[in-house]
């Protein structure tokens, strides 16, 4: 193995040293820490810095309701057109006193594309919870300064990046600062750089090519974990199309789509791939003998992919995320446990576990309170809900610790983050295209880890219908759901990557009692249950026709 390999490992971790040990000796003092926070973001920000910090938290309230995207959107774009499509380096901003680096894509809350704002004050947050996050994987899984990084490397859906002129790149290494980057950088197995292949698949391939060409390879870090797995059922597929990669040299009939990377080279790498069955875990195993750790959501609907996952790589430990989220960080792994990254934002977090849906600061959390988190960041995004819902655990010394629950309002079985207000608009496009249909609700059906989850559009029909409209309906609703569904970032992502199946359709004659019937098989008692326009179900409530009269159902999925 290359020196430089471990050397780096060393020097990141010493980077790290400084925020971890702020971390730990910190735990005491949230309140101070976090008001110093708040009293920093308020200070940068024209219309607060005026009246001074001494009333930070009261002047926040008091001037600020809890917003989300749309609330922000317009000055977002202002500002964007007044800096050009990048804006880079502009050092005032209409949101908050700061060096603007660029603006971050990602989807959700109804918006198809958002822009968050990544100022140099906001990385320097970010990297504050990175430090102690990285601090303590190497503490806990010591393997990991052995060998070679993976840390996955997201991108924009395909269709966005000809919509868009932001970068494709969409580089997790990027969330650091330039001395930690250039060292996570001599550790990783696959380069940047894959986020400008052509495609999605071909993006896929090229990883997979520099995985296979890693020998040491002893961290695989990605979010979802169905990420993971289809990269495991890629490599099935593209076995030996990858050993000529690696015996030539050349990307051979891609080369075309990947001219912006070197072609990894390793005949010895070839031969270890060919002799490996990476059907099996015991494949697995035999190709990447020293991975020491995979990481990824293992909560909420990620439950049992990360099982699969876990299964797959047995010779690895496993850990799961934090939440991360474009707009800011909520909670990293650190030592067993999930608590509060209280050195990064400011925190306040909406009860969800009484009615009075009361806003409290993170020090005034309790122990099992149910919660949603509500951010003040230095991207000048002040009280900006995430939606999340998250439950307090436990505490690290005074700092809350949680575990995710889910969305709040939509749903995420991939993180595709659909709402109800994107299937309201969904739906109303399906009537539209068709007005002789009544859409009745779009369904997530969750497979529990037993195939490519994927939504199905439930369709009132009437009884009267032709035989050769019902089959007009079956050539035609899936791909147009799916084409609306597609004007969704993350949605059109996790298709890309084929996280998510085909979407479906199922055509009924009375569409509220098949809704009810679907709805009393996954748990529901039938006079709690109201028409929902998103809903997530189990495949398995999906399996018995409804036996009530007057339903019939016309499965119009391929």
């Known amino acids: 193995m290359n020196l430089l390999n471990p050397i780096s490992h060393q020097a990141l971790r010493l980077a790290c040293l400084r925020s971890d040990r702020a971390f730990q000796a910190n735990r005491f003092d949230l309140q101070a820490i976090q008001r110093k926070r708040l009293e920093s973001i308020v200070s940068r920000i024209p219309a607060l810095a005026r009246e001074g910090s001494c009333r930070a938290y009261s002047q926040l309230h008091d001037r600020y309701p809890v917003s989300r995207y749309a609330d922000w959107k317009g000055r977002v774009q202002t500002l964007r057109e007044s800096l050009g499509q990048e804006g880079k380096g502009a050092d ?47 503490r806990t899984h010591p393997g990991l300064s052995a060998g070679t990084h993976y840390w996955s490397v997201s991108w924009l859906p395909e269709s966005q990046r000809k919509a868009t002129e932001l970068p494709n790149l969409n580089d997790d290494s990027a969330l650091l600062n330039v001395g930690k980057r250039v060292l996570s950088q001599l550790t990783q197995a696959v380069p940047s750089e894959v986020a400008f292949a052509g495609s999605a698949q071909d993006a896929l391939f090229a990883t997979l090519c520099y995985l296979v060409a890693t020998p040491r390879l002893s961290m695989m870090s990605v979010w979802s974990p169905t ?24 990307w051979a009939t891609r080369q075309a789509t990947l001219s912006a990377l070197k072609a990894p080279r390793s005949r010895a790498r070839a031969t270890v791939l060919a002799r490996s069955a990476v059907e099996t875990p015991e494949g697995l195993q035999h190709l990447w003998p020293d991975l020491a750790l995979v990481s990824a959501w293992d909560t909420a609907g990620a439950r049992d992919w990360a ?26 792994p650190y030592q067993g446990q999930y608590p509060l990254a209280y050195h990064s934002h400011f925190y306040e977090f909406e009860r969800l576990s009484d009615a009075s849906s009361d806003i409290i600061p993170s020090w005034l959390l309790k122990e099992g309170d149910e919660v949603s988190p509500i951010l003040s960041g230095g991207n000048g995004l002040l009280r900006y809900s995430l939606d999340d819902r998250l439950v307090v655990t436990g505490f690290y010394g005074k700092v809350p610790c949680f575990e995710f629950q889910g969305r709040r309002f939509g749903v995420d079985l991939v993180g ?16 539209t295209s068709h007005p002789d249909i009544r859409p009745v609700s779009l369904l997530a059906v969750d497979t529990i880890g037993t195939g490519a989850p994927y939504y199905l559009g439930l369709i009132e029909v009437p009884e009267h219908l032709s035989a050769e409209d019902r089959q007009r309906l079956t050539a035609l609703l ?7 569904l597609k004007r969704h970032f993350h949605y059109e ?38 028409p929902e326009p998103l809903r997530r179900i189990h495949h398995t409530a999906l399996t018995q026709q409804p036996a009530r009269k007057g339903v019939s159902q016309h499965d119009c999925a391929a």
């Open 478 to 484: 899936p791909a147009r759901l799916d084409r609306c």
């Open 307 to 332: 099982h699969q996952l876990r299964q797959r790589l047995p010779q690895a430990g496993f850990e799961g995320k934090g939440l991360w989220a474009t707009e800011g960080v909520v909670t990293i």
């Open 416 to 431: 595709e983050k659909l709402d109800p207000v994107t299937a309201r608009s969904v739906l109303a496009d399906l009537q």
């Open 92 to 138: 005032t901003l209409p949101l908050i006193r700061d060096r603007l680096v660029r603006f971050q894509p990602t989807s959700g809350s109804s918006e198809q594309l958002k822009l968050i704002p990544y100022t140099k004050g906001f990385l320097a947050e970010l990297d504050a919870a990175i430090g102690p996050w990285l601090s303590s994987l190497y």
């Open 227 to 250: 990420f993971a797995l289809q990269l495991l059922e890629q490599l099935q597929d593209w076995k030996w199309e990858i050993v000529r990669v690696l015996e030539t040299g050349h």
């Open 493 to 530: 992502l996790a298709r890309d990557l084929q996280q998510l199946g085909m979407p479906k359709i199922v055509c009924v004659n009375d569409g509220w009692g098949y809704y009810k019937h679907l709805a009393v098989k996954d748990g529901m008692i039938e006079g709690n249950i109201k």
